[in-house]
């Protein structure tokens, strides 16, 4: 029996690492897929009372929450208590105001890795208002979550 040359060795312990590298990818990507499928946990905000929750599309989901009004603060700081909260919580979040009036906070926490999963919670803090549109006391916080290679970015 004929022994194979030294190149053909070389290019078949190649060939063989080149199939070991590409079974181990797979396993890794669907371990990885498995493990972020799914929504980041959003702790709720103490004294909120979920209102609904509903699935949006596949990898999006929604959850409402309303804060009644401790009278502390008004409005304004009991919205501005939930903002802090959430920035406790390792989220970005920005107010918008109107002529020095507080109108809604977005909080965002993203998480994204190299094989394109996305992971976003964003949170809407807005002070709610009667269908005269004064001003109840009360707070609504409006969370969109988003997972998945494909999950329904933007909603």
Known sequence: MRRLS?????????????????VVFVIYYNVTRTRLDKPMEVNKYPDAQLVFEEKLLDGSDRLYYEIDSDDVGGVDGLAQRVERFYRDEEYTCRALYDNSV??????????????????????MIVPLRDENNNLTGDVGI?????????????N
């Open 102 to 123: 507080y109108v809604y906070s977005t909080c965002l926490l993203e998480k994204t890795n190299f094989l394109g999963f996305d992971r976003f919670n964003r949170i």
């Open 142 to 154: 409006d969370v969109r979550r988003s997972w998945g290679s494909n999950g329904g970015i933007g």
């Open 6 to 22: 030294w190149n053909v060795r070389v290019v078949l312990g190649l060939i063989i690492l080149v199939i070991i590298a590409a």
